[in-house]
């Protein structure tokens, strides 16, 4: 919503990842957002020691600033949510071949091999996993929810390895590591400390 994007598009989520924080398609792609190494380091870090593709709070930022981008450009949401998944030149050439920017027109009729199966179903499973969301119940009965994701983001004021920040909190290692999913396992094991001015995250309170 701070971006100004609909909230029922988080439902994309779904299609992407099925809400797997972990997963990592065939080809490369990772995390909720299944953001590509590519098109990942255009709005998130990604080293040898850190990939926040796998941040569910980093990674939706991400995921909002390229719909967003999207929608600037092609000027639906539909449209932007396709492009999501075939990258928005095909959506602007389709657008440009076509005379229309009405989706089901362009999954219909338009035709190039990097718009193929996968590009044209993209919309219409996003529709589905709305339509599932929207109407758990019903497909599901009551479904048990995890809590909501709370913590304090707290910046370090020396250099610091994640142990010893797990030995001056408090806050066992194993519980740092569900904060910080982003970072790789050698920042957990102290192979590399935290200079100062990094925010981390700590339980809430």
Known sequence: EGYG???????????????KERAVS??????????????????????????ERYDPVLATHAAAR??????????TWPLAINAYNSGAGHLLRAIDQLRTT??????????????????????????????????????FGRVPKD???????VEIPVTLSLPEVAQLSGVPIEEL?????????????????????TEIRLPKG
């Open 5 to 19: 994007i609909p909230a029922k598009i988080t439902r994309l989520v779904f299609v992407e990842s099925l809400f």
């Open 26 to 51: 065939s080809v490369g792609a990772a995390g909720l957002w299944q953001f590509m190494p590519s098109t990942g380091k255009k709005y998130l870090t990604i080293n040898h020691l850190i990939d």
């Open 147 to 153: 809590p909501m994701l709370e913590f304090d983001v």
């Open 177 to 197: 590591k569900g904060l910080h999913p982003a970072f790789a396992g050698s920042v957990f094991e102290g192979k590399y400390a935290l200079p100062a001015g």
């Open 102 to 139: 009405d989706i089901g027109t362009i999954v219909w009729k338009y035709r190039h091999p990097g718009y193929a199966f996968a590009s044209r179903n993209f919309y219409p499973e996003f529709l589905a996993a709305l339509e599932v969301s929207e109407n758990e119940r019903k497909y």
């Open 66 to 75: 390229l719909l967003r981008k999207n929608y600037e450009l092609l000027g």
